[in-house]
């Protein structure tokens, strides 16, 4: 059975203030968290898929924060912090496993990041608590100290998402290969960040089958580009495993990109919404893709792993950084085939040829309502040719 573990806030509040203590002054100095912040550490069961091995206890780390804003002094739509983690398994040393997670001011996020526990095996031991420090900083840092003053519950998780190229994360080799959560580096500012009108929490939940990540994501954007001018999520989930032929279940290989976006247009169309699809591949889309989302489109993230597998998702964030690296959130059902539906969002930093750390962001598919008279709002519009949106408002 799956347990999960809530820190509560005081002593996570009481640690970042000990932790800012040892900072120097400046730009890189710590900032205190506002009351009910709070995290929740898990060490993850890595399920496989078909005949490839599961890792249950893995040496994959997840690490939720449930953060308020943040006061900073500098005025400005997207004033943040970075977020850093410490941990230490006795008796390995301490690592610094979470370095420079941005988290902007706009709106209460709760982002989620995978990274290494220092085990002796790739995956067996379990681990009931772990040894933590976490600091907020104004900037990117080089360095934080590592000393892991407090002690953390870890709950155990079983963890499985996906079915893209041929499957789910069960073909990843994340647990092999997997280390910290390297964020933003030192020097890097952020450019701008676009995000969903309404946060996370406020998204349509799936209970996705295995491999259904593709229907999952495209019946999340039509919920929320229509609100209650459509039915129920899970209904519309249904509706598009079908019409994209989705091959779900422990044996599956999900969907392909094509029909991803066959799929979602025959639905559609068939049902008389007013949403308009693209498939755009390549980091040269990143900034465009953006700008779509920031105007009231939706967009899902298409991901390939090292390994095997990829995974379709909604976004719920999309941060330019001046490095030219993007941090990306989204959210998924992150225990697929559980028959409970969940929203999780998970946090990765892209570099500008679209790798990351475990796999390949190979491109977006993004929605948006094509209809006068829905609501006011602003709607993308593309051209022919896929390149910068212009932009109407919708009366």
């Not at 041929?166 to 997997?178: K, R, V, Y």
């Not at 290989?253 to 066959?262: E, S, V």
């Not at 969002?345 to 977006?364: A, K, L, Q, R, S």
Request: hydrophobic share 40%; charged share 10%.
């Amino acid at each position: 059975m799956t347990h999960r573990h809530l820190i509560n806030s005081k002593p996570f509040v009481l640690l970042l203030a000990a932790v800012a203590a040892l900072l120097f002054a400046g730009p890189g100095r710590a900032q205190t968290a506002t009351p009910g912040t709070r995290l929740l550490i898990e060490q993850l069961n890595w399920s496989g898929q078909g005949s490839h091995p599961s890792y249950p206890c893995s040496r994959v780390g997840d690490v939720e924060y449930f953060l308020l804003p943040v006061h900073l002094p500098t005025p400005g739509p997207d004033v943040g912090t970075y977020v850093q983690l410490v941990t230490q398994v006795p008796p390995n040393p301490p690592s610094w496993s979470v370095r420079n997670l941005y988290v902007s001011q706009i709106q209460p996020v709760h982002p989620s990041v995978h990274f290494r526990l220092d085990l002796p095996t790739t995956s067996g031991t379990c681990i009931d608590s772990i040894l933590y420090s976490v600091v907020f900083t104004h900037t990117p840092v080089s360095s934080v100290p590592l000393t892991p003053t407090h002690t953390a519950p870890v709950g155990h998780e079983d963890y499985l998402v996906g079915g893209r190229i041929g499957g789910t994360s069960g073909l990843a080799s994340t647990p092999l290969t997997i280390g910290p959560w390297i964020g933003a580096m030192p020097g890097a500012t952020v450019v701008r960040t676009a995000h969903t009108s309404v946060p996370a929490a406020n998204i349509a939940a799936i209970n996705e089958d295995e491999n259904g990540c593709a229907p999952a994501s495209a019946a999340r954007s039509i919920k929320y580009l229509m609100g209650n001018a459509v039915g129920n999520a899970q209904g519309i989930y249904q509706a598009l495993v079908q019409a994209m032929q989705t091959s779900i279940g422990q044996n599956g290989t999900g969907t392909t990109d094509q029909n991803m976006l066959a799929g979602k247009n025959a639905y559609t169309q068939a049902n008389g919404l007013p949403i308009a699809s693209q498939l755009l591949y390549g980091g040269a889309n990143f900034a465009a893709v953006a700008t779509a989302l920031a105007g009231g489109a939706d967009v899902e993230i298409l991901i390939s792993w090292t390994g095997g597998g990829g995974h379709a998702a909604m976004v719920t964030s999309m941060t330019q950084l001046s490095n030219g690296q993007w941090q990306i959130t989204y959210v998924d059902d992150p225990v697929q085939g559980d028959g409970i539906p969940a929203n999780k969002e998970h946090t990765i930093i892209v570099n500008p040829n679209g790798t990351f750390d475990g796999g390949t962001v190979d491109g977006f598919m993004v929605e948006r309502r094509t209809a006068r008279g829905i609501s006011r709002e602003f709607v993308p519009t593309w051209s022919a040719s896929i390149g910068s949106p212009s932009w109407l408002v919708a009366g």
